[in-house]
């Protein structure tokens, strides 16, 4: 019910930050576990073990989990609701195309305002242990095994859509990036357009 109350208002606010209105229907299923959680996946897509929450933009479905898999850790499902009604946004934004990985992951996290010092942190001692991920790789590192190569993954993804956001005209470039990638326009380029430098040197820096 809570969630329901604040519904309406977070999809706003992502519309706002994202700049296109794509918000109709979005189907919400709500488990109490992760048990019930993959008996409520469509069928043949269960959400990966670490999930608190996972969307499926083709379908327009969300699935959200009360307790995650580590029952000592409470879970912040609204936190966890907009960030995958994030992900039904971005796909919806730039009508279908392909984004990386890393950017849909980036902006959900940005638009959820979630776990800033926590992931910040990740991404210090990744630094220092030489464990970052390379741009060529860094989508790949979300489907890993090893609990830590995905959260560095998460955490420099944030931490790229945060540098991208980062100056007063940041969210104007990046809803400049999405009408781009909307026309059909290919991640890369689209990123060319929108800040007049290659995606490596944003990487770089």
């Not at 989990?65 to 000592?72: D, I, K, S, V």
Request: charged share 25%.
């Amino acid at each position: 019910r809570a969630l329901e109350r604040r519904r309406a208002d977070h999809m706003r606010e992502i519309e706002v930050e994202l700049g296109v209105p794509v918000f109709d229907r979005v189907i919400v299923r709500v488990a109490r576990n992760p048990d019930e959680m993959r008996a409520l996946a469509p069928v043949g897509l269960p959400p990966p073990p670490y999930a608190e929450g996972v969307a499926y933009p083709e379908l327009g479905i969300i699935l959200l989990c009360l307790t995650g898999p580590n029952p000592a850790a409470p879970v912040n499902v609204p936190s966890v609701f907009v960030h995958e009604l994030s992900h039904v946004a971005l796909h919806r934004a730039v009508n279908r195309n392909r984004v990386p990985r890393w950017f849909s992951e980036g902006v959900a996290i940005y638009q959820a305002r979630e776990r800033r010092l926590e992931r910040a942190q990740t991404l210090f001692d990744a630094y220092g242990s030489g464990a970052l991920h390379g741009l060529g790789t860094l989508d790949r590192a979300f489907g890993s095994p090893d609990d830590r190569v995905v959260g560095v993954a998460y955490a420099q993804s944030a931490s790229m859509v945060t540098f991208m956001l980062g100056d007063n005209r940041g969210r104007a470039k990046l809803q400049r990036l999405i009408r781009e990638m909307g026309t059909g326009v290919p991640f890369e380029e689209a990123f060319d357009r929108a800040y007049y430098m290659p995606l490596d040197d944003m990487h770089k820096a």
